[in-house]
């Protein structure tokens, strides 16, 4: 498949439904029950192929660094959120994959190579969310690890 496809971002109808938070585990649910999203690749594939074939506009990857830990331990098992979108690229059609960056976290220059690649293997479908990230413990923690190699 070689043809560029139109990112459904782009397409006339203004009302867009996508699944969010799909890549980590419990996705939005803080929960201990057992049947708990585990967030496995072969999980993901299949959701994603489900939501692009029943006509979902988009697909959109948190980026977590950390989870929540407590008794539910919600979201300490997520995939990156790049190579997460271009392996999608390579298993749906339609769909418009979203990467997730935290823009204190990530350089530009990375963010744009991964981005042009991701458009590429996609024919066009990738998009990109920005957050400035809230949860403070994560971003000193990865800050502090950045500024202290020693300290991996």
Not at 23 to 44: C, I, N, Y
Not at 76 to 89: D, G, I, P
Not at 135 to 151: K, S
């Amino acid at each position: 498949m070689t043809e560029l496809t139109a990112n459904p971002m782009q397409l006339a109808h203004t009302f867009k439904l996508g699944v969010f938070a799909a890549k980590a585990d419990r996705g939005l649910s803080f929960t201990t029950v057992p049947e708990q999203w585990r967030a496995t690749w072969d999980d993901m594939q299949r959701a994603a192929v489900a939501a692009d074939a029943g006509g979902m506009d988009f697909f959109l990857s948190i980026a977590r660094w950390r989870g929540f830990s407590g008794t539910t331990h919600v979201r300490e098992w997520s995939f990156e959120t790049f190579m997460f979108a271009a392996a999608l690229a390579a298993v749906t059609r339609c769909i418009a994959l979203f990467s997730t960056v935290h823009v204190p976290l990530v350089h530009p220059l990375y963010v744009a190579k991964a981005l042009a690649t991701i458009d590429h293997v996609s024919h066009g479908r990738v998009g990109l969310n920005i957050v400035c990230g809230w949860m403070e413990p994560g971003r000193v923690r990865h800050v502090r690890r950045e500024a202290d190699p020693g300290g991996l």
